[in-house]
């Protein structure tokens, strides 16, 4: 007697950080409640739930850096890594989510069956089911990026990655060694160094770092806040408004890159003691090549008796210590790898096959494209949270629910229709792929203004970064998907 074939259930979501549950949110409100999330991790929050770094905040101010739809009373300008952890959680009980959550479960495949109209998922505990549509929200900055420097593998201390930090590690009175001066590693060095006998920090090219100006809120601020929702959002439109000076400063002949680059100069020069070290941390390149660095605390730390910068990058790693690539062996108790991760292999975590047997992989090859970051032609019901060229726009959480009505709205319009899948018009998708390479033309970020950075894919394309502003993203969300999107019943 042969199996019954597994009952077609509508979504599933994959992935339980911050555009999952924005999926699922914005799915329920859609009277769409037949769905899944598969979350490889104990508990929700993506990032803020792999990321538990000592002195672990997000970048963008908290009002902003949080969903429309659930408004917050935020103790701090900044959110910790605690309070976006306990705010994912919140959100799930808030909107009744638990429910439809399977923790501790990976996806591994993710296959198109057109007869069958749908998907057939497989998780990593060997089961198959299928789904109607597949949302995926894995995020962009989740796999760990591990240096293949020789002899990594036999040092004979501590050593992880930030993002797998290991809290039974204690740091006090040790040698520490921490390789990158990224956004990580700036939280990290001032959190540390109070606590270890030396601290060194190699830097294998500077980033421009400008103050973030976190703080408490006052009392009175939050009691304002709760007391008027209007005033609130009145608030959080103003970090959205101010967000949009900052773009232009991206204009590599604008007054507002000239306007930053001499506000990070003032700073280091404001901030760091020592003249060889100003000269150390201060970049060649234009403000806006790499991923702005916000931190309050980091070139104070550089100040401190026990920490010393070491501008070279790491040759090699002996069972002792680091060697630098000038062949100075620095000797080590723990080593810390903030090397950050890899942005541009997009679903690199599973298989996803669509029509006529095609990977999503092999019909990218080395760019990584999809329409406004969401959809892909040949990949029929399938949809990206923090696809291509989604990165930026000031808050990445208000670009993840954009991104999640773009599926919702599809997702109901099929239903509504009685259609069979929605997919991408492949010309489309090729007019909105060369729009964004002029954009990103004259970007700061451009590999011929000299920078270096993680958004380049190796066909040397520009795969991660949005180029304009959030409001451009809103209103080309809310207008493309009517004319690039098709709806069949074949």
């Known amino acids: 007697m042969s199996a019954s074939p597994p009952e ?29 999330v598969f979350e490889r991790s104990p508990g929700p929050g993506g990032t803020w739930w792999d990321n538990r770094y000592p002195g672990c905040e997000v970048d963008i101010p908290s009002h902003a850096y949080s969903f429309s739809f659930a408004p917050h009373d935020w ?60 949302i995926s929200a894995v995020g962009l900055l989740n796999v760990p990026n591990y240096p293949s420097w020789p002899g990594l593998d036999d040092f004979e201390g501590p050593c992880f990655h930030t993002s797998r930090w290991d809290e039974k590690v204690d740091l006090t009175g040790k040698r520490v060694a921490i390789v990158g001066t990224g956004s990580t590693a700036v939280q990290v060095v001032p959190a540390i160094a109070p606590h270890v006998e030396r601290l060194q920090v190699f830097q294998r090219e500077p980033g421009w770092v400008e103050p973030k100006g976190e703080r408490d809120f006052t009392p009175a601020e939050r009691a304002r806040f709760r007391r008027y929702p209007l005033l609130r959002r009145l608030y959080r439109l103003r970090l959205f408004l101010g967000s949009a000076r ?21 700073y280091i020069a404001d901030t760091i003691k020592d003249p060889a070290t100003r000269q150390a941390v201060t970049p060649s390149y234009p403000w806006g090549c790499k991923r702005p660095i916000y931190a309050s605390n980091y070139y104070p730390a550089l100040n401190r008796p026990n920490v010393e910068l ?7 790693v002996t069972p002792k210590g680091v060697v630098d690539v000038r062949g100075v062996e620095h000797e080590a108790d723990v080593l810390i790898l903030s090397t950050g991760f890899q942005p541009t292999r997009f679903l690199s975590q599973f ?30 019901n399938f949809f990206i949270l923090y ?5 930026g726009g000031f808050s990445i959480i208000a670009q993840l629910e954009r991104q999640a009505e773009i599926a919702v709205r599809a997702i109901r ?17 090729e007019r909105h792929v060369r729009w964004l390479d002029r954009q990103l033309a004259a970007h700061a970020s451009a590999m011929d203004s000299g920078c270096h950075n993680y958004y380049h894919s190796p066909s040397g394309a520009n795969v991660t970064q949005w180029p304009r502003t959030h409001f451009v993203y809103y209103l080309m969300c809310r207008t493309l998907p009517r004319f690039a999107l098709v709806y069949r019943n074949r």
């Open 75 to 134: 103790p701090r300008t900044h959110a910790t890594q605690p309070e976006l952890q306990q705010y994912a959680e919140s959100v799930l009980d808030r909107f009744h989510l638990r429910p439809h959550f399977r923790f501790g479960v990976g996806v591994e495949s993710v296959t198109w069956d057109h007869e069958a109209g749908s998907y057939l998922v497989r998780t990593d505990d060997g089961v198959e089911r299928r789904f109607r549509f597949v």
């Open 413 to 429: 319009t099929v239903l509504r229709k009685r259609a069979k899948l929605v997919d991408t018009h492949p010309r489309a998708l």
């Open 246 to 266: 900052r773009f232009k400063a991206y204009d590599l002949k604008g007054r507002e890159q000239q306007r930053m680059r001499e506000l990070c100069l003032r």
């Open 387 to 391: 696809g291509p060229n989604t990165n």
């Open 8 to 36: 077609t259930r509508t979504v599933a979501i994959i992935g339980g950080g911050f555009g999952g549950i924005a999926a699922a949110v914005k799915l329920r409100k859609a009277g769409i409640s037949n769905f899944t």
């Open 351 to 380: 298989t996803v096959i669509g029509r006529n047997g095609k990977s999503i992989q092999d019909y990218w090859g080395d760019r990584p494209r999809a329409l406004l970051g969401t959809t892909v032609p040949g990949f029929p």
């Open 310 to 316: 070491v501008p070279h990058a790491v040759k090699e």
